[in-house]
């Protein structure tokens, strides 16, 4: 593995273990674009852009968009578009979670997005998420936490009172989820509310809180990311997917040379959908775009001169399980990034928009894969295709390879997150965008 390779690969792991949510994971790239000179702006005030300079503006603590005004041409020239989405699969707490089973306390648990669910058993799993206060003066404040030490379990039941466990295990997700939290050792389990407001106080000494009102808490494994194989051959770590397509796409843009026009649309709520106003079917990215180039026929050229890279994980062919790819597409980990195709249009890539982003590869000298699904199975998605149709601009969707996608663990190729940065940040500083 280069040096670059692995440098990059120590600010990404420091990324991947700071964002156990979509809230942590914007607070990051809010930090890691400040550092590089990049002006937050707000979405409630006016703005008042110039060139060579690097923007972003955030919504609802949980999708962010950055872009910049190159020096070297005009907005109506297009933009250089990378999307990614800021949120993973797993656990989300229920409002009023505590779940008492004499003497234990458990926390109610939903589904958010979907999880494979079996890796989360028997996991040491903390909480983290945004909390909503009413303060000390009648207003409202948000908070973000992470309790960082192992705090919940899933305990799985033990193999002798389940003796199919290893043969066909079916989850009761309401029966079977609930994780461990505390246990009666006194008068009284602990108090839920009270739990957060002391959490809040420890991260935010002197908070002028007086009672915790609402929150969006998920459970997150705190292991942190790391490389594992008998050469460092591997990442594995939570949320890879896609906190890695993230902080490349960060990354690029935060090292950019300013003068190209670059925007980078990351979105909350790609998992379940992406319906929401921070998520990719919302008016987010319309409504940044129409600040920038408020003049309908601006925007469309703009629009039409641009080329949109969607990063989403891609999978990597399971040894185990070769049967479920495609034989003539297998994909590897340390392959490098993974073209994502489907007939039916559950990836918007085109022969155009592959040629294009094999042409950047080339000129990165960079490998590229290719994944298409065996022939009749179905297909997952991502942000790409939405944006597309949105707004009418031409995509690709990428991804690095991926094991276990949707695991509460996954896996990489060592060598892929820095390969795919490579990429992305040739085509953040190619001084024209290839396109139809
Ligand atoms: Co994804």
Redesign the pocket.
């Known amino acids: 593995m280069s040096t670059h390779s692995q440098q990059y690969n120590q600010e990404l792991f420091h990324f991947l273990d700071a964002a156990p949510t979509a809230f942590h994971a914007i607070e990051e790239l809010r930090g890691l674009l400040s550092d590089q000179g990049f002006i937050e702006l707000r979405e409630s005030e006016p703005w008042n852009l110039s060139k060579a300079q690097g923007y972003f503006v955030i919504r609802e603590n949980c999708s962010l968009i950055s872009f910049i005004l190159g020096s070297e041409e005009d907005a109506t020239q297009g933009f250089r578009i990378l999307g990614s989405?800021s949120d993973s699969p797993g656990l989300q707490l229920k409002p009023k979670p505590a779940v008492e089973v004499e003497p234990y306390l458990q926390l109610g648990v939903e589904i958010y997005g979907g999880p494979l669910l079996n890796p989360w058993f028997d996991r040491d799993l903390s909480l983290a998420g945004r909390v909503s206060c009413a303060d000390t003066k009648g207003g409202l404040t948000d908070y973000l936490v992470n309790f960082q030490r192992p705090l919940l379990t899933i305990p799985s039941l033990a193999i002798h009172l389940d003796r199919e466990a290893n043969d066909g295990r079916a989850i009761d997700k309401q029966k079977a989820l609930p994780p461990l939290f505390a246990q009666r050792l006194g008068e009284q389990l602990p108090d839920f509310a009270n739990i957060l407001k002391a959490q809040v106080l420890k991260q935010y000494p002197g908070a002028a809180i007086e009672e915790v009102l609402s929150f969006d808490l998920f459970c997150h494994d705190p292991q942190q990311a790391s490389y594992l194989g008998y050469n460092d051959d591997f990442i594995v770590s939570g949320r890879l997917?896609?906190l890695l397509s993230c902080h490349v796409a960060a990354t690029a843009m935060a090292e950019s040379n300013l003068r190209h026009n670059c925007l980078f649309i990351c979105t909350n709520h790609?998992e379940n959908g992406s319906t929401s106003t921070t998520g990719a079917q919302g008016s987010f990215a319309e409504d940044v775009l129409s600040r920038i180039l408020p003049d309908i026929e601006a925007r469309q050229i703009a629009l039409r001169n641009s080329f949109f890279i969607s990063i989403?994980?891609a999978h990597a062919s399971h040894p185990n399980f070769k049967e479920t790819a495609e034989p003539s597409h297998l994909t590897v980990l340390n392959g490098g990034p993974v073209i994502k195709v489907n007939a039916n249009q559950r990836y918007a890539t085109n022969s155009r928009s592959a040629a294009v982003f094999k042409l950047l590869a080339r000129k990165a000298g960079v490998e590229v894969q290719e994944f298409v699904m065996p022939t009749g199975k179905p297909c997952g998605s991502?942000i790409g295709p939405m944006t597309a149709a949105k707004l009418g601009v031409e995509t690709i969707d990428v991804g690095a390879p991926t094991f276990a996608m949707h695991s509460v663990r996954e896996v990489t190729g060592a060598t892929d997150p820095y390969k795919l940065l490579q990429i992305i940040q040739t085509f953040v500083d190619s001084s024209r965008i290839e396109r139809s």
Request: hydrophobic letters at 0%; glycine letters at 0%.
């Open positions: 989405h997917d896609n790609e989403d994980n991502t």
